[in-house]
C-alpha cells in the first residue's frame, strides 16, 4: 500500500496495488500541492516498490489579504489568510453597517463574503432653543457634521460663556444638550424706554 502524504486523502484500501498499476495521491479539502511541480502518482515497479519514494506533501490554500472594506478598520492584528482563517472588519468611529464584518478563508481560495460597507452615523434633528431661530428642516445632521444655535432678535445669550455650537458625536447624538437658552435683550429693552421717556410716550 502507498504511504499516506501529508495533508493528503487517506489511500483507500481497495486500490489495485499489482504491476504497473498506478494511484493518484490527493489532497484533503481546502490544501493544494506544496509546490507545483510535485509529484501526486506513484506506480507499482517489477520490483513490488511504489516509484515514489516520498508521498506528496499538501498545504493549505492561501486566500491572500482580504479586500478593504469602505470606511473600515482590521481587528485581526498578525492575522493569517490561509483556509479556515478568520478576519474581522471593524467600522471606523462614527460609522456602522448592517453587513457581515466576519469572513472566512474558504478552500476556493476566496473569502466568504464581500467586505463590508459602513455609513456614517446621523443624528436626528436637534431640539430647538429657547427663544432662538428655529433649526431649519434642512441641515446635514451626519456624523461629525455641526449646528450653530442663533438667539431670535432681541434676545441674547444667557452668559457670554454660553455654548451655542452642537455637534454630531460617533454616538450618533448631539453634543450640546439640552438645546441653549436665550433671554430677552435688556439693552434693547433699556433703549426702548429711554426712547418712551424722551418723546413723552407712556410705557
Known amino acids: 500500500m502507498p504511504v499516506d502524504g501529508t495533508d493528503t486523502k487517506p489511500v483507500p484500501s481497495d486500490i489495485r496495488t499489482t504491476y504497473r498499476n498506478s494511484y493518484n495521491y490527493e489532497c484533503k479539502e481546502g490544501y493544494e500541492r506544496a509546490s507545483k511541480s510535485a509529484e501526486m502518482m506513484t506506480s507499482c515497479d517489477q520490483q513490488g ?3 515514489l519514494n516520498s508521498p506528496p506533501i499538501c ?3 492561501d486566500c491572500g489579504p482580504p479586500p478593504i472594506g469602505v470606511n473600515t478598520e482590521s481587528t485581526s ?3 493569517n489568510t490561509k483556509y479556515l482563517d478568520y478576519y474581522r472588519y471593524r467600522c471606523l468611529t462614527g460609522y456602522t453597517t448592517s453587513d457581515t464584518t466576519v469572513v472566512q478563508c474558504l478552500a476556493s481560495k476566496s473569502w466568504s463574503h464581500p467586505p463590508p460597507t459602513c455609513h456614517g452615523k446621523t443624528c436626528e434633528k436637534p431640539d430647538n432653543g429657547t427663544n432662538t431661530e428655529p433649526v431649519p428642516d434642512d441641515i446635514d445632521t451626519g456624523y461629525g457634521k ?3 444655535y442663533r438667539c431670535k ?3 441674547e445669550t444667557i452668559s457670554t460663556s454660553a455654548e451655542m455650537n452642537t455637534s454630531c458625536n460617533h454616538l450618533g447624538r448631539w453634543t450640546l444638550k ?3 437658552i436665550c433671554k430677552g435683550n435688556t439693552l434693547l429693552h433699556d433703549s426702548f424706554c429711554l ?3 424722551i418723546s413723552g410716550s407712556a410705557l
Open 153 to 155: 432678535e432681541g434676545f
Open 178 to 180: 439640552p438645546a441653549p
Open 146 to 148: 455641526s449646528y450653530t
Open 195 to 197: 426712547f418712551k421717556l
Open 77 to 79: 492584528d498578525g492575522y
Open 59 to 61: 498545504k493549505k490554500v
Open 49 to 51: 516498490r511504489w516509484t
